[in-house]
């Protein structure tokens, strides 16, 4: 049974900062580890993606504000969130995928249950 737990979403204000973790039992050392948001009335998007060797991908929106990382001994996968802004708002998904590096959420096979993120 896979698992996927996020947490560290809240309130923030525009400008501020938050670290969200997912501790997750999938073997991240062969997936690609992603967090993905979805903002209300709004399709889901990818935010940030890390591939079993560490190679990273980022939306537009994000890059340069948003870092996500991996410890694979804590099978524990981050995303810190600086210089948030507004838009930033939504709930944020940790998700697996066993067959790409990719941001697209159709490709991502196991997903968490969420964190929210609202920043005023």
């Known amino acids: 049974h896979v698992q996927l737990v996020e947490s560290g979403g809240g309130s923030v204000q525009a400008g501020g900062s938050l670290r969200l973790s997912c501790v997750t039992s999938v073997n991240m050392s062969r997936a690609c580890m992603g967090w993905l948001r979805q903002a209300p009335g709004k399709v889901r998007e990818g935010v940030a993606a890390i591939d079993s060797d560490g190679s990273t991908s980022y939306a537009d929106s994000v890059k340069g504000r948003f870092t996500i990382s991996k410890d694979n001994a804590k099978n524990t996968v981050y995303l810190e969130m600086n210089a948030v802004e507004p838009e930033d708002s939504g709930m944020y998904y940790c998700?697996?995928?066993?067959?790409?590096?990719?941001?697209?959420?159709?490709?991502?096979?196991?997903w968490g249950q969420g964190t929210q993120v609202t920043v005023s």
């Open positions: 998700a697996a995928s066993i067959r790409t590096w990719d941001l697209r959420p159709s490709e991502y096979n196991y």
